[in-house]
């Protein structure tokens, strides 16, 4: 596919929360389920995900839900807000990844 390809200005709202991530990791210290122990990917790494999730020009997401949507993918997370509450960036990441986990329903066909 050559030529640019044009977004409209709600195409491009959907993922630009995710675009400020300066990878930090502050929300990674943050988060119970990290200091649990807890397998998985974690909060800065599904913000990273949700920014090509979101990004209507983008041509992998299956493989990238695929990624996501495993035990240890975004499922551990508990919308505990610790992630978002000490982000020095604001973005919103327990709702990013809360959303990607209504896209993963919503692409496999089951109700978000």
Known sequence: ETGERVQTPTDRSRFEDPTKCILCA????AC???QK????LGPAAIVQAARFVFDS????IEPRLDVLDRPDGVWPCES???CTRVCPRGIKV???INLTKREIKTF?????
């Open 94 to 96: 327990t709702k990013n």
């Open 80 to 82: 505990l807000l610790e």
């Open 108 to 112: 496999k066909g089951e109700k978000p």
């Open 57 to 60: 020009r983008d041509r992998g």
């Open 26 to 29: 502050a929300c990674y210290s």
């Open 37 to 40: 122990g807890t397998p998985w």
């Open 32 to 34: 119970p389920i990290m």
